[in-house]
């Protein structure tokens, strides 16, 4: 059962070859030292300079271009994905946030609690003040993490009980062995060569036993960010490559046992920028739609998360000169692309959006830069008035203020995006607290804060 499984997904995904690149695989561009030649029925097309696929049939033409892995931020399969337990509860239909009141993270609270002490400006201070009051989600990116969702629910079952008002708990399921695999400033605490799939497992079954105790608690999660966007684009990433059997299997052990504990699931999906181009769209949706048909097509799997920790418009005013080529240049236009395709495969995915910190455009070099850009604010506020019926909440899943990655060179987890021209340094560790650029957020935040 195990070997059919995996060999079911893995199936949807081209495989890594050392000579010839697959369909959809890097196949060239500048520093290139892959395979240069592509399988039988597809032809190594030009990009751009720094990026040369692998696309079946005719060359697209060259204004079409394609980025490759943009991160948020970061031995054998031991034992068979499980079914998820038995007794799933059943799903309200439409939005989850429905007839909810979002409970606030007291982290995220504290730490900007921290951060207004430090502000001398008062007026800035005040503006500041009022993140606290933002929804945004908990990250759950190690296991040290999940005694304080134990906390979090517990208060948020109590807070519920006594104001009358259901609670919404909102979660980043993030602890993947060989995390973050084409990048560096996120890895993880698990290693797939030193038991790491049965460490995840753990992992995911510490937080569902936490959740079944309150059942009267909606927990909303999204699901590994950059995990299975990198299986789309990047495996000709050695590294990439030799995850993506444990990826699957991992993600399919998430999704069964967190549907079987209630949870409302939103998969990572990447943007506009990385699987938002045409040549990527196609293959992103065959994989999405594998991963929800392996995991029992569960309406708690609601659909897929967009923009997560990175700095896309919802609705861009007029296209940024970096997203040239990509009709799809904003979070709408790659979902209003990507939800018929899931659809015509039989699955009617809807969408969360992360405008945590898209308040300010046209700010980034190119537009896989991602490391702490520079003149960033917090953008739309969390709501469910999102313009669209494709997309069910405009949500924070970053907490601003909270570093993405390192410019120190000697770091073991640095990543040599957070030392670009459009990247504000010094930076601190990725997940540590980035006080300039909290400031910076608050200050040029679209819609302005008011105190």
Known sequence: MKSAFLAALVTVLPAYVAGQAQEYDQCGGTGWAGPTSCVSGTTCTVLNPYYSQCLPGTAVPSSVSSVSSISSHSSSVSSAPSTGPTGTPTPTAGNPWTGYEIFLSPYYASEVQAAVEQISDSTLAAQAATIANIPTFTWLDSTSKIPDLGTYLANASALGKSTGTKQLLQIVIYDLPDRDCAAKASNGEFTIADNGQANYENYIDQIVALIKQYPDVRVVAVIEPDSLANLVTNLSVQECAEAQTTYLACVNYALTNLAGAGVYMYIDAGHAGWLGWPANLSPAAQLFTQVWTNAGKS?????????????????????????????????????????????????????????????????????????????????????????????????????????????????????????????????????????????????????????
């Open 299 to 451: 309406p708690l799997i609601k659909g897929l998360a967009t923009d997560v920790a990175n700095y896309n418009a919802l609705n861009a005013a007029s296209p940024d000169p970096i997203t040239q080529g990509n009709p799809n240049y904003d979070e709408m236009l790659y979902i209003n692309a990507l939800a018929p395709v899931l659809q015509q495969q039989g699955w009617d995915a809807t969408f969360i959006v992360d405008q945590a910190r898209s308040g300010v455009q046209n700010i980034r070099n190119q537009w896989g830069d991602w490391c702490n850009i520079k003149g960033a604010g917090f953008g739309t506020r969390p709501t469910t008035n999102t313009g669209s019926s494709f997309i069910d909440s405009i949500v924070w899943v970053k907490p601003g203020g909270e570093c993405d990655g390192t410019s120190n060179s000697s770091s073991p987890r640095y990543d040599s995006t957070c030392s670009l021209s459009d990247a504000l340094q010094p930076a601190p560790e990725a997940g540590t607290w980035f006080q300039a650029y909290f400031e910076t957020l608050v200050s040029a935040a679209n819609p302005p804060i008011s105190a």
